[in-house]
C-alpha cells in the first residue's frame, strides 16, 4: 500500500517549466547573427560574379540615365567591312540613290501599264439633218447621227467611239457649258466622217449651182472640232468629205463638180454608190507608200463629185488618181498625224481580195492616238 502510494504521487507531479540562462540567450543570438552575416557574404560574392538573385533587377537599376558618358560597342561587335553585293565605291547616298531611282522606275512602270491598258476613245465627228420646212415629226428636228460602217470599221480594233455633237449656248432648249474642246481634251483621237457637200462659202467661193450649197453649218462645227484636236496635238483622219474640210481648214480650195470643171476627168461617183472604184497611185516618200510597202497603186471605191483644187498650206500630197490626177489623199506635216484620203475605208473588207484593206491606215491612226493621248 505504500510502495502504490508513492508511485501514484510520483505520476501526479506536473513538469516544471524551466527558464533558460542568460547565457543560453546570448548563446543563440550569436548563431542568428553569424548566419545573417554568411548570406551577406554569400549575396556580396553573387553580385561581384554578375549573376544576382533570381528575380533580383540588375545592378544600377533605377538609377538616373546617363547620357554624357560615351558607351561605344565592344570592339568586336561592329564589322568593319560592307556586305558583298555592295560596290567597293558605295556610299550611304548612292544607295539611298539607286533605292529612290529604283522605286521611281516602279511607279513610272505602273503608270505606263494603266496608260496603255486603258481602251482607247475616238470621236467621231456628226452627219447633220436639217429640218424640212414644214415637216412633222423627226423630218422637223435636227438629227444627228453616224453611218454605222465608219463606226464599226474603227471598232473592229477593240476601240471605244463616240459621236461628238455640236455644242452652243444661244437658241437652245438646253444651254451648256460644254465646248468641243473638252470633247479634245478627253478623247484620245478625231475621225471626220464623209457625208454633205463643204459650201463653197467655207472656202470664200460662190455656189456654181443651186444644188450645190454645201452645209455651211456643219463645215463650221467641223473646222472648230479640227482646229481643238490640232491644238491639242491629236490625230485626225478625214474621210471623203473629211479630206476636203483638212485642205479648206489650211486654205485650200475645192472643185465643186469634177464632172463640171475637169471634164477630162475619170467618173469618180455613179449610181451604183460604193460599189464604184478607182485605182490611186501613193507618191514616191509618202506616208501612204509607208503603210503599204509593195503598193505603188490600189483600188479604192469612189463616192464623190468634188475635189480637193488648191492645195492648202503645209499639206503634203499622199495619193493622185491614177487615170486622171485628181489629189485623193493629204497630210498635214506640222502635227503627228492629220491625214484624210477621198475614198471610204470602212467600205473595205479586211483582207479582201480587191479593194486596198485599210487596216494599216487606221493602225497608224490609232497608234497616233495612244502616242498622244497625254
Known amino acids: 500500500m505504500a510502495s502504490s502510494d508513492a508511485l501514484e504521487s510520483a505520476s501526479s507531479v506536473e513538469p516544471v517549466a524551466v527558464n533558460p540562462s542568460a547565457h543560453d540567450v546570448d548563446a543563440e543570438q550569436a548563431r542568428q547573427s553569424a548566419a545573417k552575416e554568411t548570406a551577406a557574404q554569400e549575396r556580396l560574392a553573387q553580385v561581384a560574379s554578375g549573376a544576382g538573385a533570381p528575380g533580383a533587377p540588375p545592378p544600377g537599376f533605377g538609377a538616373p540615365p546617363d547620357f554624357d558618358t560615351p558607351r561605344p560597342p565592344p570592339a568586336g561587335a561592329v564589322s568593319q567591312t560592307q556586305p558583298a553585293y555592295l560596290r567597293q565605291s558605295d556610299s550611304a547616298w548612292s544607295v539611298l540613290g539607286r533605292t529612290i531611282a529604283a522605286r521611281a522606275r516602279q511607279l513610272f512602270d505602273r503608270a505606263g501599264q494603266r496608260i496603255t491598258q486603258r481602251t482607247l476613245r ?47 449656248h444661244q437658241g437652245m432648249l438646253h444651254p451648256s457649258n460644254i465646248r468641243l474642246r473638252d470633247y479634245a481634251k478627253h478623247l484620245d483621237g478625231l475621225l471626220l466622217q464623209g457625208g454633205a457637200d463643204v459650201s463653197p462659202q467655207t472656202y470664200a467661193a460662190t455656189d456654181m449651182r443651186a444644188e450645190w450649197p454645201g452645209d455651211r453649218v456643219r463645215d463650221m462645227y467641223e473646222l472648230e472640232l479640227l482646229y481643238e484636236f490640232i491644238e491639242s496635238g491629236k490625230p485626225v483622219l478625214g474621210i471623203c468629205r473629211g479630206c476636203q474640210l483638212i485642205n479648206v481648214a ?30 490611186v497611185r501613193f507618191p514616191d516618200g509618202s506616208s501612204l507608200a509607208s503603210m503599204f510597202p509593195g503598193r505603188r497603186e490600189a483600188l479604192v471605191n469612189s463616192i464623190h463629185h468634188q475635189a480637193v483644187k488648191t492645195l492648202g498650206r503645209e499639206l503634203n500630197v499622199e495619193a493622185v488618181s491614177a487615170g486622171d490626177g485628181l489629189i485623193e489623199a493629204v497630210r498635214y506635216r506640222r502635227a503627228p498625224f492629220v491625214v484624210g484620203v477621198q475614198w471610204h475605208p470602212e467600205f473595205h473588207r479586211a483582207g479582201g481580195p480587191e479593194l486596198l484593206d485599210c487596216t494599216p491606215l487606221l493602225d497608224t491612226f490609232l497608234r497616233a492616238s495612244r502616242e498622244t493621248r497625254f
Open 122 to 168: 475616238i470621236g467621231v465627228s456628226a452627219r447633220i439633218f436639217h429640218p424640212e420646212p414644214g415637216a412633222r415629226g423627226l423630218r422637223g428636228k435636227t438629227l444627228q447621227y453616224l453611218e454605222e460602217s465608219v463606226a464599226h470599221w474603227v471598232m473592229s480594233r477593240d476601240v471605244m467611239v463616240f459621236m461628238i455633237p455640236t455644242v452652243g
Open 250 to 279: 489650211f486654205g485650200g480650195t475645192l472643185y465643186q463638180d469634177i464632172a463640171t470643171e475637169v471634164p477630162t476627168a475619170g467618173i469618180h461617183v455613179n449610181e451604183f454608190y460604193d460599189q464604184h472604184r478607182h485605182s
